[in-house]
């Protein structure tokens, strides 16, 4: 009955892995939404190779152990079979090598099966197994080596071909201690008054134990595996637990673990590198948690349901194929995954602790709660990292991760599980005492809930509002399938669009002059300008029904095709008004007096967006700051212009006191940033008058009023947004105009300062700013004008008010008899 | 299109992997379930005593669960009244197939075939135990069922 009980349970895992691989087969074509792609088709090796070495061990747990448990091989193959093809998933060619290695393992498995079922030869050989471990790992002090090329050398061999020496180490050191243990302890003792933790710490029969795992500790602390080194002293002290019943000795090696980490935090790099970045990773996102930080983003990507095999994007996290390969897992199967691969890790750990209390013997008992314990130690170690549960240690999920040391160590580890659990009609061994037993279970039980939480927390709770950093790079690679909505002028002309198919479209802006308004969206740089502000409509999250987002996210894990988006912007103004501007350093606002909408803005020296990848670097150290936007985002003195508003406002025979004057230029607009959907400078802070500081929009709008009967209106860019449900959809202003003068006053400052042509009033003024010389003109449509009134400001960062006069009047002359 | 044909495979893929684990955890219980009805169904030899107080009349009693603890304490299995014997005096246990007995550091000590009993030591039929002026001898029945479940057959 047990055999029809793992049989089934292996098909129901081969069933999964095989549904798994179709999946991962498809996958391209749901990427790039057509049949017309290249199909995966590589990791069916892996699947092929994980049935016939799955059913090849468990012929042999049928022939040499028949009476053994039936769930430790199913659940491990599982997870085996699960990391393979997750591992080719990210990386075909480590999928063959991790196949490879699957076979080695397997065929260790039903060796060490095969192997005499009593297992005293381990018992015997205890020194003779360990010394070999440890004179295998302390090769790589002198000959180790890294199969990355850096790093720490913790390998040994070459070629394609390396072995870490600590990973079996650990299972020989497991075995060693069982075997001395129960050689010395004596089984049928009372449990309590025996020993006192005094007593115990000075019993000469402890010592080599120590010795054994001092010096296994030492080579490890000599080569900086932290992580390994944390594992065997909790395995280590969990045995000892489990031999001798006294709780004060894992407590006391846990408060040992945590004052050295608190030690190492203040000396010792590494260790303050990882504890830092787990206790704080927010602060340094790109630098030291960045690895950590880029694994909750993934989990966070995969939801509930996952994005699917093969649909997400967990190749971003930094070593997902070894360290991180749950987060890999939790993006493309979901918290509901991920759970279930935490109920499969806890399976394997409650039948592993089961297995001890039934052996026969007190050396089996021991040696099977021992690789219980290193299982259970080490999965919790990682997944807790993977989770920020516990600082990043750099250790292996056994069983999942890539890595043939640690996945042979595993499964020599299971195949001794399974031997012991093959106990047959003899009787369990008798027990001193249930509680080490009862209480590891439930440690491990919590540390397993504990897991299954936090992946729900990052998952769900934090999930949504995690996606939207801008450190989070799926949002960009998904503008690689996903047509991104174009920018259109006011007479619908394209600007900038995305051209191309799904998996390679691109964005092309068509006018590049425009580049300090309209920005850039790029992978690498990420979003400025327009594109940055706009990036919800252009993305298609908002303006699209919530029902046509969700479907996306489930299908693809994308959102849908975006949306147009129409500017107020007059590309004909625009094209004149950069010509007029090419060569100099300054700014131009062509401005609606009445709705606030902006006909043409020029932030001149320009850049060429399209080649942004490329020249990013360069730009972003240009002296000429050209990724400003000096429209909107540069701040200059005002001068006279405030003298000339003021005057406007306040009579020569009263001078205002400094309240009224504040009052005035609050009203004014320039302690403000001017609401619309485009990024503009921080206003200059309230109560600021004689370092006040202006840019070109602020002054635009308040020079507005002058030619609105004293009204500033509201400013817009974005007028309205191309939906697929009502068509275009208008974008509201973002604020309500602000009177500033009565409209007698208005119009009879602007009648003051009207030009000889009697179409328009215009003041022109150099004012210092900081070493140089800048130039403002200002000029708008008179008060009997009977189109839509226009203002422009034509800023110059030199001295040349004729030139700044020409160019602003030829362009309001354009616009008007455009009009 | 192949992403809703994908879709639909995702949802088997999760069905599939819960369903693992609901077998899992099915097959755990029933193996649970089977191994308290097991150790409930199991057979015990039943155990005769015939006990004689100092030099009283011999009485005859028979134990079917698999521990008896012997002693002057009411609550024991064989209380017996005899100042000789302590109160909870020596145990009687069925374990390993066998039945054994152990002397539970009483005052006087347990004598088994007329040796002090000093480890516990497995019974055989026929065994005399002493416990102070008190004398017990074995005898082992045959196995019975504790309490099976009889399975009538149905006619129709």
Redesign the interface.
């Known amino acids: 009955m047990n055999n029809n009980?793992q049989a089934?349970?292996l098909k129901?895992?081969a069933?999964?892995l095989f549904?798994?691989s179709?999946?991962l087969s498809?996958?391209p074509?749901?990427r790039e939404?057509t049949?017309a792609v290249d199909l995966n088709w590589t990791h069916w090796i892996g699947f092929a190779a994980w049935a016939v070495l799955t059913f090849f061990a468990h012929r042999t747990t049928l022939e040499r152990a028949p009476s053994a448990d039936?769930?430790l091989l199913?659940?491990a193959s599982?997870l085996a079979g699960w990391g393979l093809l997750t591992i080719y998933r990210l990386e075909p060619t480590f999928g063959l090598r991790q196949t490879a290695w699957l076979t080695i393992s397997t065929l260790a498995f039903i060796f060490t099966l095969r192997l005499p079922p009593n297992l005293n030869f381990l018992r015997r050989y205890k020194y003779i197994a360990l010394a070999l471990g440890l004179l295998l790992t302390a090769l790589t002090l002198i000959f180790g080596a890294n199969p990355a090329g850096f790093g720490p050398r913790l390998w040994l061999g070459g070629g394609t071909i390396y072995l870490q020496p600590s990973e079996p180490l650990k299972l020989l050191l497991v075995a060693y201690l069982a075997a001395y243990l129960a050689d010395r302890l004596p089984a049928t003792s009372a449990p309590s008054q025996r020993f006192t933790l005094r007593g115990l710490l000075n019993l000469p029969f402890l010592i080599p134990t120590f010795l054994m795992t001092g010096l296994s500790l030492t080579i490890l602390l000599v080569q900086r595996d932290l992580g390994t080194a944390s594992i065997f002293l909790l395995v280590y002290a969990l045995i000892l637990f489990l031999a001798t019943g006294k709780r004060r000795i894992p407590v006391l090696v846990g408060l040992g673990l945590i004052l050295a980490g608190a030690i190492g935090y203040f000396y010792v790099d590494i260790i303050n590198l990882r504890i830092s970045a787990w206790l704080n990773p927010w602060a340094d996102p790109s630098g030291r948690s960045y690895q950590i930080i880029q694994s909750l983003l993934a989990i966070a990507n995969g939801g509930l349901?996952?994005r699917?095999?093969g649909?997400g994007a967990p190749t971003l996290v930094p070593v997902a194929l070894s360290d991180f390969i749950f987060a890999a897992i939790a993006e493309e199967?979901g918290l509901?995954?991920a759970v279930?691969l935490l109920?499969?890790v806890g399976?394997l750990l409650f039948r592993g602790l089961r297995t001890a209390l039934a052996a026969p013997d007190s050396f089996q008992r021991l040696l099977a709660a021992g690789i219980t314990c290193y299982l259970a130690v080490q999965s919790l170690l990682i997944l807790g990292g993977n989770l920020r549960l516990l600082p990043l240690t750099g250790v292996t999920l056994p069983f999942v991760s890539y890595g043939g040391s640690s996945l042979l160590t595993a499964f020599v580890a299971l195949a001794l599980l399974v031997r012991i659990s093959a106990r047959g009609e003899s009787?369990p061994a008798v027990l001193v005492s249930q509680k080490p037993y009862t209480l590891l279970a439930t440690l491990f039980g919590l540390g397993l809930i504990a897991c299954a939480l936090s992946s729900g927390w990052w998952a769900i709770i934090r999930g949504p509002s995690l996606l939207t950093r801008t450190d989070n790079p799926r949002r960009s690679i998904s503008d690689f399938y996903v047509q991104r909505g174009a920018l259109l002028d006011r007479a619908n002309t394209t600007i900038t669009i995305s051209l191309g198919e799904s998996g390679s479209f691109s964005r092309k802006y068509l006018y590049q002059d425009l580049a300090s308004v309209i920005g850039y969206t790029q992978y690498l740089f990420g979003q400025a300008g327009l594109e940055s502000t706009l990036d919800e409509y252009l993305r298609g999250t908002q303006g699209n029904p919530a029902s046509l987002v969700q479907w996306n996210q489930?299908?693809?894990g994308t959102p849908p095709a975006g949306l147009d988006v129409r500017l107020s912007i007059d590309l004909n103004l625009q094209i004149a008004a950069d010509a007029a501007l090419a060569g100099e350093t300054g700014a131009l606002i062509l401005m609606n007096a009445q709705s606030g909408e902006i006909l043409v803005m020029a932030s001149h020296p320009t850049y060429d967006p399209n080649n942004i990848g490329d020249e990013g670097p360069a730009l972003l150290t240009d002296d000429q700051t050209p990724l400003v936007n000096r429209a909107a985002q540069g701040l200059y003195t005002p001068a006279a212009l405030l003298a000339l508003l003021a005057g406007a406002q306040f009579d020569d025979t009263s001078p205002p006191n400094d309240a009224a004057r504040v009052a005035f230029i609050e009203q004014l607009g320039f302690y403000e940033a001017p609401a619309l959907l485009l990024p503009v400078a921080d206003p200059s802070p309230r109560g600021e008058v004689d370092s006040l500081r202006v840019s070109p929009l602020q002054v635009a709008l308040a020079a507005a009023s002058l030619s609105n009967d004293g009204v500033r209106p509201a400013p817009r860019i974005a007028l309205a947004v191309n939906t697929p449900m009502q068509g275009w959809v208008i974008l509201p202003t973002q604020s309500q105009p602000v009177t500033i003068f009565s409209a007698q006053t208005a119009q009879a400052t602007a009648l003051s300062l009207a030009e000889p042509s009697g179409l328009f009033w215009k003041f022109v003024t150099t004012a210092l700013e900081k070493d140089k010389t800048i130039t403002w003109f200002i000029a708008g449509t008179l008060p009997d004008w009977q189109g839509a009134p226009l203002t422009v400001v034509v800023l110059l960062e030199k001295p040349d008010p004729q030139l700044a006069e020409a160019i602003g009047l030829a362009l309001l002359r354009a616009a008007v008899n455009g009009h | 299109m192949s992403a809703t044909l994908v879709l639909i495979l995702r949802a088997l893929l999760a069905a599939s992997l819960y369903i693992f684990l609901l077998w899992a955890f099915i097959a755990m219980w029933r193996g649970l379930r089977d191994q308290g009805l097991s150790l409930a169904n199991r057979r015990i030899p039943s155990l005769d005593l015939s006990i004689q107080i100092e030099d009283g009349p011999l009485t005859r009693r028979t134990f079917q669960h698999a521990e008896i603890f012997i002693g002057r304490d009411p609550a024991c299995d064989v209380a017996l009244e005899d100042n000789s014997i302590s109160a909870r005096h020596a145990h009687l246990s069925y374990h390993h197939g066998q039945w054994w007995l152990e002397d539970l550091a009483s005052t006087n000590g347990t004598r088994l075939n007329q040796s002090l009993l000093q480890v516990p030591t497995v019974l055989v039929s026929g065994d005399q135990i002493e416990c102070g002026h008190s004398l017990i001898i074995v005898s082992i029945g045959a196995s019975i069922e504790a309490s099976p479940t009889l399975r009538l057959p149905i006619e129709s």
Request: hydrophobic residues 70%; aromatic residues 16%; charged residues 5%.
């Open positions: 009980l089934t349970l129901a895992a069933a999964f549904i798994f179709v999946i498809l996958a074509s749901v939404r049949w039936a769930f199913p659940s599982l349901f996952g699917g095999p649909i199967t509901l995954g279930a109920a499969l399976i009787e489930l299908l693809y």
